[in-house]
Nanobody
Framework: QVQLVESGGGLVQPGGSLRLSCAASGSRFLFYAMGWYRQAPGKQRELVASITSDVTTNYADSVKGRFTISREIGKNTVYLQMNSLKPEDTAVYYC????????????WGQGTQVTVTS
């Protein structure tokens, strides 16, 4: 019933910007944690940024100062503003949402591709 849809990925040059969106539907509850993860070919999925219901944020060291996660109040929707993109940011970016009564690992979106050329 719960579905997460990511959008906003694309191909950009180093130093460029993208804004990713994640909209969740089908949940009876507002989230208590949402986050962005990314996975590059041959690598493990890693946390990029997260935000909680009390608006506490957390970022991977590699993106601090460049990426910003935000939410829409009262909705299961989050964004990831990505500035000063680097080739090493190239990956599929996935949205995750944890809600009351939901699975411990949360729900996942299908991912959106971000490619940064050099």
């Amino acid at each position: 019933q719960v579905q997460l849809v990511e959008s906003g990925g694309g191909l950009v040059q180093p130093g460029g910007s993208l804004r990713l969106s994640c909209a969740a539907s089908g949940s009876r509850f507002l989230f208590y944690a949402m986050g962005w993860y990314r996975q590059a070919p041959g690598k493990q999925r890693e946390l990029v940024a997260s935000i909680t219901s009390d608006v506490t944020t957390n970022y991977a060291d590699s993106v601090k100062g460049r990426f910003t996660i935000s939410r829409e109040i009262g909705k299961n929707t989050v964004y990831l503003q990505m500035n000063s993109l680097k080739p090493e940011d190239t990956a599929v970016y996935y949205c995750n949402m944890r809600v009351p009564s939901g699975p411990d690992r949360g729900y996942w979106g299908q991912g959106t591709q971000v490619t940064v050329t050099s």
